[in-house]
């Protein structure tokens, strides 16, 4: 458990956003883990097998909440969502060079975390993940379109974040 | 190539490098504990707490008929509390120690006869509406929460 819990925590902290829900996803994979434990154990491709149901568990988690709860919060957001102006922002090649590299996965974790539900879910299908955007059109019921506008505004609003709160720790670090 | 779409590469290469980079998050150290009292309690566990596959033959045969007999008794005490006052059927006689119930019932039940039936369907929709109400409000209370979160 030990070698593969933190793979697992950040697989499930990426895709909820909340280090909470992703504990409790964290354990739910293990326990399912622990009761296959038979086939698990002589298998070499355990960490894989963790890490797909890691992933399965958190978004059906999310869709789970999702259905509970879209009568009545989510359906005028995602009209507005159509609406939404296409966002054009390049990340500067500077922004994060001089900031210590702890700082800057901190940094990169926290903007993750703030990005919204529909984009952060792409974002990090695609880029930790490693889904193709069919796979990730089919794991969550939308369009390819949708998702390579999710994907692309995701990028747009990471840079915007890390750009902003780049400086500031570069800042801050400069500072006495 | 337009720039537009140079920006756009440019950004997901640039995106791509700083996310490789990343390393795994460190998992809270009460995580492993957790699991372990889980699995623990679970293996601990009494039978009716697994699950109703899970109990013994017997319990779930007793458990089979004893709600068989809860839903008999359910059916006989609605039809007695349809039957009229002056059926044959509510002038059993019950052992005077529970002969308060049948006065209870007898009252329940002329009280559910004389109310119209109006008041029953407009009672059941005020219900109706208060569940939404309340369905809604935790639904709102509970998104306000995990935004300021």
Known sequence: MRAYQDMVFSTAARLVGDDRQAEDIAQEVFLKAYENFGQLCTSSSAGGWLKTVA??????????????????????????????????????????????????????????????ERQRLPLVLYHFEELSYEEIAQQLEVSLAKVKTDIFRARAALAKVLAERGVTAATSLDAP | MSPDRNRQDELERQLTRALRDQPTRRAPSTLERRVLAQIESGAAAIGWRRGFAHWPLAARVGFFVASVGVVKVALLL??????????????????????????????????????????????????AIMYVALFGIGASAYRMVRVAH
């Open chain 1, 55 to 116: 992933r399965n568990l958190s978004l059906n988690h999310i869709f789970r909440y999702r259905r509970r709860w879209r009568m009545f919060s989510e359906l005028r957001r995602e009209d507005s969502e159509e609406d939404e102006p296409e966002v054009e922002f390049a990340l500067p090649d500077d922004v994060l060079a001089g900031v210590d590299a702890d700082v800057r996965h901190g940094l990169i974790e926290e903007a993750l975390q703030r990005l919204p």
């Open chain 2, 78 to 127: 609605a039809m007695w509390l349809a039957t009229p006052l002056d059926s044959p059927a509510v002038s059993v006689q019950l052992p005077s120690q529970i002969s308060w119930l049948q006065t209870l019932l007898v009252a329940i039940g002329s009280i559910v006869r004389t109310v119209p039936s109006v008041w029953v369907h407009a009672g059941l929709a005020v219900l």
